[in-house]
């Protein structure tokens, strides 16, 4: 069994705007509540870098930041579910040009302190076809912290084909094929569906992905653990038995005056980015929703008629109706990461085509 892609709305019963679901949304910039959740491989880093409350000995291994089982934590909507509020508006939340009432990403901070098994995700028409679920599983990893000699799995060394793979797993010799990545603080990882990857001790990192928990484990490293099943068919099925030949993205820089806006990776999904704020900063959202956290410092978000405050670890939904909002740096030190569902000419290409990028360049950060 794949683990389960259940990301229900929830409604709160004690919010008391559930009273009535056509009752007004207040528009503000939404603080949300991660969800911590213990693993076998977690640790306390997630604690020591970003600020998060956990307790001495628990081993939590991700927090989910955004998604619309996240509880809104301020203002006038405190205890509502983001699910709760894109039932009652979606297109105030989501944006007109929302698919549907399902939020579309899932936003998590990951700490490894033992090796992950060895995964794929399916794309979307293979999640349907196997699962019945909408969304398959593209991702991208965003490296907070890496210890020395920490490295990724990414994608295979070689051409290989299914019965190759076949082979070497009932010989537990799968790692002979597995391209291993050794990465540091900054790196950028672009994870399609369909690329066999794995998550190694000693790394801290952020990761935006479709809203999905479809995962076939292909390999795990010799460990049998009943609560740990392989799904070594399905795997076979979804992935991708090409040579992975490059496997960092080249985050590309717009420089302002008042922040910098790295551009780390764009596809059809989401975008991802990091701002380095000097100045109050503008985002302007495009009747998109966007989520924003904070790694460094703090920040006031101001809109035309409301603000919100956050520190370093917290996370933000901005509604695609707030219009627009400034980021003000609250501390010397200030970075952030945005995501949201790009229009990738619009907002990713053209932009960086401004800022004298050439199209190949443009290329290896905008992914199709």
Not at 40 to 53: E, F, H, I, S, Y
Not at 96 to 115: E, Y
Not at 178 to 193: E, M, N, S, T
Request: charged share 25%.
């Amino acid at each position: 069994m794949t683990q389960s892609p259940n990301h229900p709305i929830t409604h709160s019963p004690n919010h008391p705007l559930t009273r009535s679901p056509n009752h007004p949304i207040a528009i503000y910039p939404y603080v949300l509540r991660p969800r911590l959740r213990e693993m076998v491989w977690g640790g306390q880093n997630l604690a020591r870098w970003l600020d998060k409350p956990i307790a001495p000995g628990q081993r939590i291994g991700e927090t989910w930041e955004a998604w619309e089982g996240c509880v809104i934590e301020n203002g006038a909507e405190r205890g509502a579910t983001l699910g709760d509020l894109i039932a009652r508006d979606t297109i105030a939340i989501l944006g007109a040009s929302a698919r549907n009432a399902h939020f579309p990403l899932l936003f998590k901070f990951i700490d490894a302190q033992a090796d992950l098994s060895v995964q794929v995700h399916p794309n979307d028409a293979q999640a349907q076809a196997l699962e019945n679920y909408p969304l398959g599983k593209t991702e991208a990893w965003y490296i907070l912290h890496a210890e020395p000699g920490a490295y990724l799995i990414h994608g295979f060394s070689d051409d290989v084909d299914a019965a190759r793979v076949r082979a070497l797993l009932a010989e537990n010799r799968l790692p002979e094929i597995l391209a291993r990545v050794p990465v540091q603080r900054g790196d950028v990882i672009f994870v399609p569906a369909g690329t066999v990857h794995a998550i190694m001790r000693g790394i801290l990192l952020a990761e935006i992905q479709e809203n999905s928990d479809i995962t076939y484990r292909l390999y795990d490293w010799g460990r049998d653990d009943a609560n740990r099943p392989l799904h070594i068919e399905q795997s076979l099925r979804v992935l991708n038995f090409a040579r992975q030949r490059e496997h960092k993205i080249p985050a590309l820089t717009i420089q302002r005056d008042a922040f910098d806006r790295h551009i780390l990776v764009a596809c059809a999904y989401f975008a991802f980015e990091r701002w380095d704020v000097r100045a109050a900063a503008r985002i302007e959202l495009n009747e998109r929703f966007n989520i924003v956290t904070l790694i460094e410092g703090a920040v006031e978000i101001v809109a035309e008629s409301s603000r919100a405050s956050a520190a370093r670890g917290q996370t933000l939904l901005l509604p695609a109706r707030l219009g627009g909002c400034d980021i003000v740096p609250r501390t010397t030190s200030c970075a952030l990461l945005r995501m949201y569902v790009p229009d990738g000419r619009a907002e990713v290409i053209e932009p960086l085509t401004r800022a004298g990028y050439r199209a190949e360049e443009i290329a290896r950060t905008v992914r199709e």
